[in-house]
């Protein structure tokens, strides 16, 4: 029997989102886990929540993980902001935990799909997705196809954009980051820096170079029609992309092309939910 719903879960460093999806990529139900427990039967009991509350029948899952994935095996390889997680998640245990058939993808993957499907990337064939929150990933769309290997691809946050201390992007310009050097959430150094607070001025001006010089090489690896900024850092809007903006006018010779069109995430938290029923319509078709 087809239901036409989905399940889909966007497993973050620090809550998990659970929803489910129908078929035209419309949210029916949804619940945040804001505090994700040490172990991942929690994430079980929760998925089984939203099924009893939403009282709907779904074909099957994705749930999307802040870490490179196997996409053969179905296997997370690993996740680096969620230690205590790592090695028990993976499809076969979640298909057996649940009794329907779920995937497991890269979340920045997911969220690309969602937004080129449904959102920012609408209409591009070429797109380069980058979300940063505590964490920053990537997902590539080429040709209106996700871009992916053996393993989930477009890791931008652990690239090395600074040679003499080997620091990788995620270090430099991600909310991690930001908290570490300032001791605040990555919402409150923004509030400082609407503010017009000298010292969060500095401080965010060093960032967005940083992130700036990440997104420049994704530009130059991928050559996307567009870039589409996610995560909870996209809320900062104009702040952020206006000196991304700069820099790649300054930087990025296109050889008379049109420039690249940079736009912040029109799904916003439910781009990777709504991806994942993107994901979910590939697979069936043997594309994924």
């Not at 719903?5 to 989102?17: E, F």
């Not at 779904?58 to 902001?81: C, F, H, K, R, T």
């Not at 230690?83 to 245990?93: A, E, K, R, T, V």
């Not at 070429?126 to 929150?133: A, E, K, L, Q, R």
Request: net charge negative; with cysteine; proline share 3%.
């Amino acid at each position: 029997m087809i239901y036409n719903h989905i399940l889909a879960c966007d497993v973050g460093a620090t809550r998990a989102r659970i929803a489910i999806i129908d078929a035209h990529g419309n949210v029916a139900h949804k619940k945040v886990l804001n505090s994700v427990d040490s172990s991942p039967s929690i994430l079980i009991d929760m998925i089984i929540q939203v099924l009893k509350e939403s009282k709907l029948q779904v074909d099957g899952g994705v749930v999307g993980v802040a870490g490179p994935v196997d996409y053969e095996s179905g296997q997370i390889i690993a996740l680096p902001n969620l230690d205590s997680w790592d090695g028990f998640l993976s499809s076969d245990y979640l298909t057996s935990e649940l009794q329907f058939e779920v995937l497991i993808a890269n979340d920045a993957d997911l969220a690309a799909l969602g937004e080129h499907g449904f959102g920012a990337g609408l209409g591009f064939s070429n797109m380069v997705y980058i979300t940063v929150s505590t964490g920053i990933g990537s997902g590539i769309i080429v040709n209106d196809r996700l871009l992916k290997g053996r393993t989930s691809l477009g890791e931008i946050g652990h690239t090395i954009i600074d040679r003499t201390n080997l620091n990788t992007l995620e270090k430099l310009a991600s909310g991690a980051s930001l908290k570490k050097i300032t001791g605040l959430p990555a919402d409150e150094v923004v509030k400082h820096v609407r503010e017009k607070n000298l010292e969060y001025l500095g401080i965010f001006r060093e960032f967005t170079r940083d992130l700036s010089i990440g997104i420049y090489n994704l530009c130059r690896i991928f050559s996307p029609d567009t870039v589409v900024i996610g995560g909870g850092l996209s809320n900062a809007g104009p702040l952020l992309l206006n000196p991304i903006r700069d820099f790649l006018f300054e930087n990025l010779n296109l050889h008379g092309k049109v420039p690249i069109v940079l736009s912040i995430a029109k799904c916003g938290d439910d781009s990777g939910l709504i991806g994942a029923r993107v994901f979910w319509n590939n697979s069936r078709s043997n594309y994924a």
